[in-house]
């Protein structure tokens, strides 16, 4: 159980800070500059942890075991970062821009579910899709 747990605990503590910290972000700043310094950091830590887990011997070995999901990711993290700014610089709410925001995303991960992997979709499922469609429309209004 604690396997599942303690990542849970992970996203939710992380993705609170986040939004926190996306929310605070000074509207003045350059959005850019503040993501170059985000990276720069999340680049050292994880830096520090690759080289801390991994024999340096074998460094090469398991940076060859990479392909172009890691190069995407970055790009769709990037886009994620960007998105939140400039949501939040746009005067939305951090007590519901992510409510609706992962929603939103959880919808669309339903449907690539269903066309990229097959996935089967209950009528429960359905009915609460729809609930969080209301649910959008009753936290917007």
């Not at 990711?73 to 746009?90: H, K, M, N, S, T």
């Amino acid at each position: 159980m604690w396997k599942i747990i303690w990542p849970l605990l992970l996203i939710v503590t992380s993705n609170t800070m986040y939004n926190i910290c996306t929310k605070s972000t000074p509207a003045n700043a350059n959005a850019f500059g503040s993501l170059l310094v985000t990276y720069i950091t999340a680049a050292a830590i994880t830096a520090v942890f690759f080289f801390y887990n991994t024999d340096i011997a074998n460094t090469t070995l398991e940076l060859s075991k990479l392909n172009w999901t890691s190069i995407a990711l970055g790009i769709c993290i990037v886009g994620l970062e960007l998105g939140y700014i400039f949501l939040y610089r746009a005067g939305a709410n951090v007590s519901s821009a992510s409510l609706i925001a992962n929603i939103c995303l959880a919808i669309a991960l339903v449907m690539v579910g269903v066309i990229m992997y097959k996935e089967h979709v209950t009528s429960q499922q359905l009915i609460g899709i729809i609930v969080c469609i209301i649910g959008i429309i009753l936290i917007t209004e």
